[in-house]
């Protein structure tokens, strides 16, 4: 099967823009996860979506992060405007299940300058 | 909420050598537990996971967990290292939504 597609692989810009990053799940899974890994760091939860629904985003910095997972397959997450600490890996995973294992994508890397 | 501890940012053993990892957990219903590795540039790929039932797991790559409710630990060993293992180790835990501990970097020597 495909694994978790994201893009772009890296992502370097200047604080105060915006970003977008791009996943695609594994098909037929239902949750999808976006995770924030800073060097150095265990991965940090910043939102789970169960279809096209948000189950948790209590970690999210609503005041500059967005997500949305459209029909429930692709998501996105965005960034706008970009501070210096958002400089991270920004990981995407699916599960088909509850308390499922997860399947990850590569990551983008985002610089912020 | 659910969290992880995992004790040691850093473990380096000989090839050959057994490989423990230390994973503790806190969690206010029974755990769903996991073992993740990541290699440089690459997202995570799952070793190993506890759910029910027996509590001594087997992964790839000969990797084995214990599950100990009383001591509320996730340990991950290896009877011998490879060199092949050295990467970066990420205990989990699951309530619905999954939680990290901060990893612990394995280095293999020669």
């Known amino acids: 099967e495909a694994g978790v597609a994201q893009s772009p692989r890296y992502k370097i810009i200047e604080k105060r823009q915006s970003v977008a990053f791009w996943c695609n799940p594994i098909?037929?899974?239902?949750?999808l996860y976006w995770y924030q890994q800073i060097l150095g760091q265990g991965p940090k939860l910043l939102i789970q979506?169960?279809?096209?629904?948000?189950?948790?985003d209590s970690q999210l910095p609503k005041d500059r992060f967005s997500a949305e997972r459209l029909k429930g397959v692709d998501s996105t997450l965005k960034i706008q405007p970009a501070k210096l600490e958002d400089s991270a890996v920004y990981l995407c995973?699916?599960?088909?299940?509850?308390?499922?294992?997860?399947?990850f994508g590569n990551g983008t890397r985002l610089t912020v300058t | 909420a659910q969290s992880v501890t995992q004790l040691g940012s850093h473990v380096s053993v000989s090839e050959g050598a057994l490989v423990l990892l230390r994973c503790n957990y806190s969690?206010?219903?029974?755990?769903?537990l996991f073992w993740y590795v990541q290699y440089p540039n690459q997202g995570l790929q799952l070793l190993l996971k506890?759910?029910?039932?027996?509590?001594l797991v087997k992964g790839i790559n000969g990797f084995e967990a214990e599950f100990k409710k009383s001591e509320t630990s996730f340990h991950l060993t290896k009877p011998s290292a490879h060199m092949s293992d050295a990467a970066e180790y990420f205990c989990?835990?699951?309530?619905?939504?999954?939680?990290f501990g901060a990893g612990t970097r394995l280095t293999v020597k020669p």
């Open positions: 995973a699916s599960g088909d299940g509850h308390n499922s294992p997860l399947h």
């Open positions: 098909s037929g899974h239902a949750t």
């Open positions: 979506f169960q279809n096209n629904g948000v189950v948790d």
């Open positions: 969690s206010s219903v029974p755990p769903y």
């Open positions: 506890y759910t029910t039932g027996a509590t």
């Open positions: 989990a835990v699951s309530e619905g939504d999954m939680r």
